[in-house]
């Protein structure tokens, strides 16, 4: 399963969860907008000129020698700091657009900081989702995302053109390693904050509610339960003496004191 937490203040949180759960909209978010203004960071490793010219040959074979010539100064002439590193950054993130999914339901952190410290929910996908976003049109790339210490390398001229940002796009601090992330990118105009697409409601086998959530909020998830009977209706609680996060599935008629044990 993958999930998406979600929260938003107020009543609000209501009309979110008839678009994400009911109608199976999905928010692709803009690489412009995430909370850290530092992922997406590299250092960029210039080519030989060889590996350069041969890649030119075979995925740019229509450049002329100027043109050539000019990309092999940005690369290593003196403004290489800004034409090799800084504005290939700023395009990247203009057109990619980002579903971030997690793979784990049960961490503090997640419900705290993105489902509005326990007021929102988290939906619970099936893996069928990920062939759906594949099939849309503007499709780029999905995959696990890898914590490290180190910043991704941006090797020029080292592979297929849309291999060579994959490392950029998937790799973040270690210090976000809880959010166990599996992404999916979307490529689209620049200057969106997102982009917004549809998935069959089916691929969405439940919901988990925070432990603060409100009762119509409980009521809206009980209402999709209803009409299908399949879809889980869970909520965040945890047992004496633990950190430890669980599930309880919630009766129509029955609430359990959750949240302050």
């Given at each position: 399963m993958?999930?998406?937490?979600?929260?938003?203040?107020?009543?609000?949180v209501?009309?979110?969860?008839?678009?994400?759960?009911?109608?199976g909209?999905?928010k692709?978010?803009?690489a412009?907008?995430?909370?850290?203004?530092?992922?997406?960071?590299?250092?960029s490793?210039?080519?030989?000129?060889?590996?350069?010219?041969a890649?030119?040959?075979?995925?740019?074979?229509?450049?002329?020698?100027?043109?050539?010539?000019?990309?092999?100064?940005?690369?290593?002439?003196?403004?290489?700091?800004?034409?090799?590193?800084?504005?290939?950054?700023?395009?990247?993130?203009?057109?990619?657009?980002?579903?971030?999914?997690?793979?784990?339901?049960?961490?503090?952190?997640?419900?705290?900081h993105?489902?509005?410290?326990?007021?929102?929910f988290?939906?619970?996908?099936?893996?069928?989702?990920?062939a759906?976003?594949?099939?849309?049109?503007?499709?780029?790339?999905r995959g696990?995302v890898i914590?490290?210490?180190?910043?991704?390398?941006?090797?020029?001229?080292?592979?297929?053109?849309?291999?060579?940002?994959?490392?950029?796009?998937?790799?973040?601090?270690?210090?976000?390693?809880?959010?166990?992330?599996?992404?999916?990118?979307?490529?689209?105009p620049?200057?969106?904050?997102?982009?917004?697409?549809?998935?069959?409601?089916?691929?969405?086998?439940?919901?988990v509610?925070?432990?603060?959530?409100?009762?119509?909020?409980?009521q809206?998830?009980?209402a999709?339960?209803?009409?299908?009977?399949?879809?889980?209706?869970?909520?965040?609680?945890?047992?004496?003496?633990?950190?430890a996060l669980?599930?309880?599935?919630?009766?129509?008629?029955?609430r359990?004191?959750?949240g302050?044990l």
């Amino acid at each position: 399963m993958f999930y998406k937490f979600v929260g938003a203040a107020g009543d609000a949180v209501l009309d979110v969860f008839d678009k994400a759960v009911v109608l199976g909209s999905i928010k692709l978010s803009s690489a412009t907008t995430f909370n850290d203004p530092f992922e997406f960071k590299f250092t960029s490793v210039a080519p030989t000129r060889d590996m350069f010219d041969a890649w030119h040959r075979t995925w740019m074979p229509d450049l002329t020698p100027e043109q050539l010539e000019s990309g092999w100064e940005s690369l290593t002439g003196a403004q290489s700091s800004w034409n090799a590193g800084l504005v290939p950054r700023m395009n990247l993130l203009q057109g990619l657009y980002v579903l971030c999914l997690a793979r784990r339901w049960d961490n503090h952190l997640m419900w705290s900081h993105y489902a509005d410290m326990h007021r929102g929910f988290a939906i619970r996908y099936k893996p069928e989702l990920l062939a759906a976003l594949e099939a849309l049109p503007d499709f780029g790339m999905r995959g696990d995302v890898i914590y490290s210490e180190t910043v991704a390398e941006l090797r020029w001229c080292s592979a297929p053109p849309h291999e060579i940002p994959l490392p950029v796009i998937f790799t973040k601090s270690p210090d976000w390693k809880h959010e166990a992330e599996h992404r999916v990118v979307l490529s689209g105009p620049a200057g969106k904050d997102a982009l917004y697409q549809t998935v069959d409601p089916d691929l969405i086998a439940g919901v988990v509610l925070g432990a603060r959530v409100s009762e119509p909020l409980i009521q809206k998830a009980l209402a999709v339960r209803a009409a299908r009977p399949e879809f889980t209706v869970d909520v965040v609680s945890s047992a004496r003496g633990t950190y430890a996060l669980t599930a309880d599935r919630i009766d129509d008629d029955v609430r359990t004191m959750r949240g302050i044990l």
